[in-house]
């Protein structure tokens, strides 16, 4: 519950048993001040993997105002702002002395293909590399605890690159709005101002990658003067290098350089080396107070073709099997349930087929392949 406040709580006696849990489903964040803490050793406990956040809004759960307890991820620890320390059992303690530290829940769902579904997110940081585990019950994705202003590396930890992702940063409404006890003279919280770079991974080539929100850069994005989902990819030049007699144009582009957009002819020269692996990349996304939905919330999409299409192949002239069907095309297939209820379909070329196989002539071949046709 977002809505989780507690004010002037007084705890005596509970010695080293912890005082603090809750949010173990969602990680959501709850908001305490004016604690005071007599023979109790042990303030909080976080539960590995998942569990809440402890918002300490005048320091006196925490030691710092607007001072942060995540379960502790080894993304988090930073130095210069995070610390494990026995008072809270199973999390990390993240703030500064000026209170202008901010921890939020990164939610990274919606995420296609569903092979991705159970798999963990690596998480990497200067500070450290997690494994953030995905949540079926409430998120169906991953809820990432990250400290503002700092810059993330994800990558879903499957073979599978992924083709549609989700990403909400925080909850509005105590991101844009001051917030605490109104009208009694306690602790109130000003918004300031929150960022984030997020590099998403991909092993796959993609021509460029759609956003709801941003616009493409033909840079690398920053964070401190971007608009909120300005994005941009590359490639790594490594990946690139293995391959022999690019030209020049693509070779420009394998430059290690962002771009926003990678082009058909690159792909083609690559396509035409299989025996290489495809090159990798990454997307950079900012997340920011500039231009952000009031939602906080950006769907990316890779796309592998141009906003026109995927170049066709052309038709060869006075070839029988003209004119070219694409096989991606779902216009082409035609498709019954094998038995009543069943979710697998068989399916065929629709009227062209008949029409290229009357082409094939009388042969063994022929035969052989109206057979495969009529299967």
Known sequence: DEHWFVSGM??????NTSVLYGCFKTACTMRYERAVWVNSNVRTYSKPKLSGIYHDLDGTLTGYPNGFVSWDEPHLHWDDVCAVVPEHRGGIVCGKSDGSLRLRRLLVNGAEPWQLDGKDLVVRTSAGVSAIKFDFAEFYGWGVPVVANRTYDLRPDDPNDWQ??????????????????????????EPVSELLK??????????????????????EPDMFTDMFGDRAHKLWADGCALYRNLSDASLAEC????????SMQLKWELDNQPENPQVPGRLTVVVSDKGAPSSLRQ?????????????????????????????????????????????????????????????????????????????
């Open 10 to 15: 007084h705890v005596s006696n509970y010695w």
């Open 299 to 375: 769907v990316l999409n890779a796309r592998e073709c141009p906003p026109d299409g995927c170049p066709q192949p052309p038709d060869v002239p006075d070839s029988p099997y003209n004119p070219a069907l694409q096989w991606s095309d779902p216009d082409n297939w035609e498709c019954e349930k094998m038995t009543e209820g069943a979710t697998i379909r068989q399916c065929r070329l629709k009227a062209q087929a008949p029409s290229f196989a009357r082409r094939l002539g009388d042969g063994a071949a022929a035969k052989a392949a109206r057979a495969a046709l009529d299967r």
């Open 198 to 219: 997020v590099h998403f991974n991909y092993t796959d080539w993609r021509h460029r990658f759609d956003s709801t929100q941003g616009e493409y850069l033909s840079r």
């Open 164 to 189: 549609e992702l989700s990403v909400t940063y925080g909850v509005p409404s105590y991101v844009w709005n001051t917030h605490g006890w109104a009208g009694h003279g306690y602790t109130m919280v």
């Open 255 to 262: 430059d290690g350089e962002y771009q926003n957009a990678s």
